[in-house]
């Protein structure tokens, strides 16, 4: 059964750890995380893309595959299916289709539309008992062919949006989507801190994920962040992973082009990367 984020990110706050968010590609990402989420007994998030969600086929179909997963590989962990980066006619199409969790990506317009559009999703999610991440100030990198510069959220919008009856807040605190360019200055903790103090218990939610160092990640939970998103991280393990078999030749002998023995190291290392991201994270046993 898919539930809502929304008991998974109160107990995360509570406890000072955070749940993952790991984005899903196709059906060996999706067995990948929600295997290794069971192994771990954690609690995990199914992010989805607009433009992933396209990819498989539409969110009816990838809703279709996880419950199908869950009840066949009998996940009893929780796990939420959440819109990653949802714009106002995404969410309503992920909600139709069934989708535990909404994220509502405003942050490109102006805060008082911003503002307006978030009550609406957060409005019709309520009827349906679906978890809303919203966002203030974009996160820098490209996502589905959106590139933000990596804002520095204003505290004060971030507390006027958590206050719309959001269950999630991700703001942007100079975390980038991909892999972090190598004059990249950090997070901004003062933001963060100031972000907290205003929003009191709302679980905040740090994206970009990948190559964040472990301290950086360790104090950012400290400071209330209780969800972060890791899509890249598992992309480059996979590829890796795929590039090593190909490149040793493995798919040349015997049947080594079924694609269920070609595609099996990087889902391996998709399994890897998602465990070491739980502990680092904290979730681990907290199901
Ligand atoms: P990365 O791809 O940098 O891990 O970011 C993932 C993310 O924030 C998805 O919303």
Redesign the pocket.
């Known amino acids: 059964m898919l539930v809502s984020a929304k008991e998974m990110l109160t107990k995360a706050k509570e406890g000072k750890y955070a749940v993952g968010?790991f984005?899903i590609n196709n059906l060996e990402w999706t067995k990948a995380v929600l295997l290794t989420a069971q192994e771990n007994n954690s609690p995990v998030i199914l992010?989805v893309?607009e433009g992933a969600a396209k990819y498989m086929c539409g969110f009816n179909t990838v809703t279709a595959m996880v419950k199908g997963m869950i009840d066949t590989l009998k996940i009893t962990v929780p796990v939420a299916l959440h819109l990653?980066?949802g714009t106002y006619e995404g969410a309503k199409q992920a909600i139709a289709d069934g989708f535990s969790s909404i994220m509502f990506d405003g942050s490109h317009y102006g805060i008082e539309e911003n503002i307006e559009k978030t009550k609406e999703i957060v409005a019709l999610c309520a009827t349906q008992g679906l978890s809303v991440e919203a966002e203030v100030g974009s996160?820098g990198?490209e996502?589905d062919g959106v590139i933000g510069a990596g804002e520095v959220a204003d505290p004060n919008e971030c507390k006027q949006i958590a206050d719309l009856g959001v269950d999630m807040l991700a703001a942007g605190i100079g975390n980038?989507?991909?892999v972090y360019p190598e004059n990249w200055t950090g997070l901004s903790f003062d933001t963060l801190d100031a972000i907290q103090q205003l929003t009191g218990k709302m679980p905040l939610v740090l994206?970009?994920?990948?190559?964040i160092p472990e301290d950086m990640i360790a104090k950012a939970i400290s400071l209330g962040v209780s969800k972060i998103?890791?899509?890249?991280?598992c992309q480059l393990s996979f590829a890796a992973a795929t590039r090593k078999y190909v490149e040793e030749g493995k798919d040349l002998k015997g049947k080594g082009f079924d694609p269920r023995k070609l595609l099996n190291p990087g889902f391996e290392a998709i399994k890897a990367t998602v465990k070491e991201k739980m502990e680092l994270f904290g979730s681990v046993n907290k199901a």
Request: aromatic fraction near 0%.
């Open positions: 968010q984005n992010g893309s990653d980066h996160i990198g996502e980038i989507h991909g994206h970009g994920g990948t190559g998103n890791v899509n890249t991280e």
